[in-house]
């Protein structure tokens, strides 16, 4: 039987975490089986507080994207525990966790994910249409967004009439349509012009100054470090920790 001491530390560590936008411990990821079996992440241990852009760096190769996507529930860890705006992810059915993607997290993947079939839009409006809203709103939110990022003059544009700049800013746009809580970048400059790179990250920096929402980036774009509120540096699978170390990460 716990203690009343140890008690009151579970609780007030539960409550620590709830209030937290992304709790990780003692995360490992593995992938392949048998002898070919590779751990990627080695019991990573990170808090992610709201109201702030945290950047991930570091060599290709050492588990920045396998990371994000644990944090959005798009993989399982083999090892650990990952909870998101207080939701441990592991708890959740498959088909609650589907839904508690599309309303709270947006996702900006690296190789943009369009469909082909739809034009620009459209795949940005997507996320709404998912949560339910009619496709004709959807478009109306879309465009606002997309007109937002450069993009109102190409809304009927299909992704194979696009640059790869112009399909990475609808990946955003569909990214952030239904306002959700967390949003993870997977190098959302990459394909970007200094110009409309900046842009981008102006915008992410606006969405992440409000206190119920937290900003997680990817990237080595080194143009755009000045914009973190907070960075941890990942190496072989594993937080790097430095004297500059605000606490909040631990190897």
Request: glycine share 10%; net charge neutral.
């Amino acid at each position: 039987m716990l203690s009343e001491d140890t008690q009151n530390q579970e609780g007030s560590s539960g409550a620590e975490e709830r209030a937290l936008a992304v709790s990780c411990r003692g995360v490992s990821r593995d992938f392949g089986v048998g002898p070919t079996q590779t751990r990627v992440l080695h019991g990573i241990d990170l808090d992610i507080a709201f109201g702030g852009q945290t950047f991930l760096v570091g060599p290709s190769g050492c588990g920045k994207t396998t990371l994000v996507s644990l944090i959005a529930g798009l993989l399982i860890p083999t090892t650990g525990r990952i909870r998101v705006l207080g939701k441990d992810l592991q708890s959740l059915s498959p088909a609650s966790l589907v839904e508690f993607r599309a309303r709270n997290i947006g996702f900006i993947f690296q190789q943009f994910n369009l469909i082909p079939a739809l034009n620009a839009v459209e795949n940005a409006a997507v996320p709404l249409v998912v949560q339910g809203r009619s496709l004709s709103a959807a478009v109306k939110l879309a465009a606002i967004v997309l007109d937002r990022l450069g993009m109102g003059n190409y809304l009927t544009y299909f992704p194979w009439q696009l640059s790869g700049g112009q399909q990475q800013r609808v990946a955003i746009a569909r990214s952030l349509v239904h306002n959700p809580r967390i949003i993870i970048c997977d190098e959302p400059t990459a394909a970007l012009d200094a110009k409309s790179g900046l842009a981008v990250m102006a915008l992410m920096t606006e969405l992440a100054a409000s206190p119920e929402r937290a900003v997680i980036v990817v990237t080595h774009d080194t143009r755009i470090f000045s914009y973190a509120d907070r960075t941890i540096s990942l190496m072989d699978g594993r937080i790097e920790t430095s004297p500059s170390s605000d606490g909040q990460a631990h190897s």
